[in-house]
């Protein structure tokens, strides 16, 4: 049987249900709220965002989501991996496009920018939460979908609208390729 | 004060037009956030009551403001029942809860029901709008189902109802 090929960001998106954004984007400010509620401390929010539960939880997830419904073969090199996260990754589950900008020399980090993000529709961030990352899931998704197709990778913020910038800008660094690992021997 | 950054309208968000473009975001993007924001909050409390408590003051937050953008299910639930036993009872009742499809309650949980969130956000709507009620969830095993149906059972305060029959 021939491969299928792989679909665009669009087609994906249009074959899958739907929720209202607004529903998601509700959902994700109650859990900000709690998370602040019980932890107070900004800098904890951002981590639990982002390491500890869940944007890493969420990540190792929908990879395999992602890699089901979207038919994408395997990336040749990290640029490609960079673009179907843009143009299909993010199209897939939220709704937009982001745009890969910013490559370094080696070609080993780039810059994912959003200029439309659903978490944040009507969100304003006060003046003594400043440092929270209020998207931080975002960078926790990405490391952990990417860690669970062997790169490890670091992705801080660059641009955030929240703060008074124009764009959401996500710098993401590849800081190693993890080769397989199978968790049995041939001969046992 | 803590989480008072989504209900703080300065003129420039509210200028923001109602974004009509994008009004959709994937079933599993919904999905992956219910099911971590159920998982945060099993770390956070010691037993069944606590976690439909916590889920039902998250989803409360979230129906204060869907009235407030006018937003609406596309899809109207299945059924919506008067209660029998007591005047002010009304029932809404749907064969597979959006918030309950992709989650299996582990035995020991039992009786945990995540549609305390969606009892939440009922409850959320109706206080904004005038109508105070005690909301809760409920499964319902149905004949010949694998899977109960979920009821979200609305009791009317006192006062809704001394108005409707003023009104009446």
Known sequence: MAPLAPKTGDAVFASI???????????????????LTD??????????????YVGYNIGV???????????????VDFKETADVIAKVGFKMFLGVTASVTNWDAEGTSFSLVLEDNPLVDFVELPDTFQGLHYCNILSGVIRGALEMVSMKTEVTWVRDMLHGDDAYELRVKLLKQIPEEYPYKDDE | MIGVGKIKHYTNLLEKPLSRGRQEVSLSAFAFLFSELVQYNQTQVDNIAELERRLEDAGYAVGARVLELLCHREKVADSLEKGTE?????????????????????????????GAFVAGIVKGVLDSAGFPAVVTAHFVPMEGQQRPRTTILIKFAEEVLRREARLG
Do not use: W
């Not at chain 2, 009304?90 to 949980?109: H, Q, W």
């Open chain 1, 17 to 35: 249900d739907h929720v209202n954004a607004e529903l998601f984007t509700l959902t994700y400010g109650a859990m900000v709220r709690q998370l």
């Open chain 1, 39 to 52: 932890l107070e401390e900004v800098e904890e929010v951002n981590k639990q965002l982002d390491q500890m």
């Open chain 1, 61 to 75: 997830r929908l990879i395999d989501e992602f890699l089901a419904k979207s038919n994408v073969s395997r990336c």
């Open chain 2, 86 to 114: 007591h005047e002010d009872e009304y029932m809404i009742s749907e064969k597979e809860l959006l918030v309950n499809r992709f989650i299996s309650i582990p035995k020991d949980m039992g009786a945990f029901n995540c």
